[in-house]
């Protein structure tokens, strides 16, 4: 049985081989990653991907052991693809984050994937795009995305999911002052964390500031209003709520058709990266100029692969 038809089955150690394959830099595994995804391209697509973020210390991967458990009790299929980043120095990645969620590590609904960063800018790794088809080709429903935390620059991940969750920590300073535009205006929820103990009524302070401070965003396209609540992972407290938001905010999408199209921007958006890092930016707006973006854009709708149109040329 090839290994396509293994993850197709929910075969979770044939899915991490398939991320390795994925990530591997050696010439020789590039086609065989491109047939791998060719194969695992129709089954993915039924799942909602969310992106969380934050900056470090704002206990994202606590928070994402404690939502992970809520949603496979509820015998819901949970892949985590955690990114770590790498240094410049050694090149090295340090790939922790199963033992910080040991628990949801040992689930059997769950799958954790830690993956370096390996320079690529934007919280995310080269390869979260392709991680994602897997993970929906071998049945997972929800598909969470753990940025290394960097800032402004972490847009790049709003890219890729359908709901974007921004966990911010209270008393940490002037929370208005700690807001970054770029950032804020992506969020499809605002969460403070750590809403337990002495913190409980910063937290809830700082959600009123933040709920006062997004009505000066423009409204979304798609419709949505920005939720701002609080939690604390550490006493299961304010899970739920978050569960309940993301689970209107998809059937709201899903009801509108915002979410398909949504994804067919997204992966244009990819399509045009691609090209850049494939083929350089010359020969990208030497496409732009004769017009060869636009045909490459309605293969892709008609179901081409970005590898295809790539190997094209």
């Known amino acids: 049985m090839g290994l396509s038809q293994q993850i197709i089955e929910g075969n979770r ?3 991490g081989q398939g991320i390795t394959l994925l990530e591997s830099t050696l010439p020789e595994h590039e086609k065989q990653a491109q047939d791998l995804i060719t194969s695992c391209l129709p089954h993915s697509g039924n799942s909602i991907r969310i992106g969380v973020t934050g900056v470090p210390g704002v206990g994202k991967s606590t928070f994402i052991e404690s939502f992970g458990k809520l949603l496979t009790s509820q015998g819901m299929k949970v892949a985590v693809l955690a990114i770590d980043p790498t240094s410049k120095r050694t090149h090295g990645s340090i790939l ?15 799958f954790i994937r830690p993956s370096p960063t390996s320079g690529t800018l934007g919280g995310v ?3 979260t795009r392709e991680s994602i088809i897997l993970c929906e080709a071998a049945g997972f429903e929800i598909i969470l995305i753990e940025t290394v935390g960097v800032g402004q620059s972490e847009t790049t991940v709003s890219n890729l999911v359908d709901f974007f969750l921004l966990l911010m920590l209270a008393g940490a300073g002037d929370e208005l002052q700690g807001i970054k535009r770029g950032i804020m205006e992506l969020a499809d929820a605002l969460i403070i964390t750590k809403a337990d103990g002495d913190n409980l009524q910063k937290s809830k302070n700082a959600a009123l500031e933040y709920k006062s401070a997004l009505h000066l965003f423009p409204p979304m396209k798609n419709g949505w209003t920005p939720q701002v609540s609080t939690c604390s992972a550490l006493e299961n407290t304010g899970i739920d709520e978050i569960c ?5 905010y998809d059937s709201q999408m899903n009801a509108s058709g915002w979410k398909m199209k949504n994804r067919e921007k997204q992966n244009i958006y990819c399509l ?26 309605k293969e892709l709708k008609d179901g081409k692969t970005i590898y295809q149109l790539l190997n094209s040329f």
């Open 13 to 15: 150690t044939a899915l």
């Open 125 to 127: 790794a080269n390869k």
């Open 96 to 110: 922790g984050d199963k033992s910080r969620m040991h628990e949801l590590a040992a689930d059997e609904y769950a």
């Open 244 to 248: 309940d938001t993301i689970t209107t």
């Open 272 to 297: 045009h990266e691609r090209i850049k890092e494939e083929l350089g930016i010359k020969k990208y707006k030497s496409f732009l100029s004769e017009g060869k973006i636009k045909v490459l854009e």
